[in-house]
T-cell receptor
Framework: DSGVTQTPKHLITATGQRVTLRCSPR?????VYWYQQSLDQGLQFLIQ???????AKGNILERFSAQQFPDLHSELNLSSLELGDSALYFC??????????????FGSGTRLTVV | AQSVTQLDSQVPVFEEAPVELRCNYS??????LFWYVQYPNQGLQLLLKYLSGSTLVKGINGFEAEFNKSQTSFHLRKPSVHISDTAEYFC??????????FGTGTRLLVSP
């Protein structure tokens, strides 16, 4: 157990639907990062939050949004889902706003299947 | 800007053979370097990291990596691999001022 908790582990939904993925960072970590991993795109950075504020944005689609709450858990919202959104979605956390010399701690991911 | 290049997308090797997974980086400032491992259907797990000091870094599961500043490389090695080492390996770089930058990953396939 890495200390980063992601729920749900698996999600199957239809095209056009909206889903919410949840991440609880490791205790003491203020930074949360979201990644998408698919066979054809590899590991893609989506977005980062630090202590409730958006800090960095990557290849995140406009249909996707995220937020970090006062208790530091984060949610990734995916809407108007398409078949191509099927992927593993990872959350990672770190103490420092950049990861620093400690690196990131990853959760075990949410596997999203859009049918 | 910083970048990481993993030169091999896939490395097949026989069990008990040595392996080297290559990672090169580009940065104009000092870096922290990381190797992560992802076993099938799991998240990424930190294997080892280089922060400063000795250029040879030892990690979990018998892996080690050598930081070479002149070659801007951080290659991962294991003298004798096991079937259980079959996984994807990601090299990462952090300057301390920006988020981690990952390479595209190398899939290590160990066969009997």
């Amino acid at each position: 157990d890495s200390g980063v908790t992601q729920t749900p582990k698996h999600l199957i939904t239809a095209t056009g639907q909206r889903v919410t993925l949840r991440c609880s960072p490791r205790s003491g970590d203020l930074s949360v990062y979201w990644y998408q991993q698919s066979l054809d795109q590899g590991l893609q950075f989506l977005i980062q939050y630090y202590n409730g504020e958006e800090r960095a944005k990557g290849n995140i689609l406009e249909r996707f949004s995220a937020q970090q709450f006062p208790d530091l858990h984060s949610e990734l919202n995916l809407s108007s889902l398409e078949l191509g959104d099927s992927a593993l979605y990872f959350c990672a956390s770190s103490v420092a706003p950049t990861g620093g010399n400690g690196g990131y701690t990853f959760g075990s991911g949410t596997r999203l299947t859009v049918v | 800007a910083q970048s990481v290049t993993q030169l091999d997308s896939q490395v097949p090797v026989f069990e008990e053979a040595p392996v080297e997974l290559r990672c090169n980086y580009s940065s104009s400032v000092s870096v922290y370097l990381f190797w992560y491992v992802q076993y099938p259907n799991q998240g990424l797990q930190l294997l080892l990291k280089y922060l400063s000091g000795s250029t040879l870094v030892k990690g979990i599961n018998g892996f080690e990596a050598e930081f070479n500043k002149s070659q801007t490389s951080f290659h991962l090695r294991k003298p004798s691999v096991h079937i259980s080492d079959t996984a994807e390996y990601f090299c990462g770089l952090n300057t301390g001022f920006q988020k981690l930058v990952f390479g595209t990953g190398t899939r290590l396939l160990v066969s009997p």
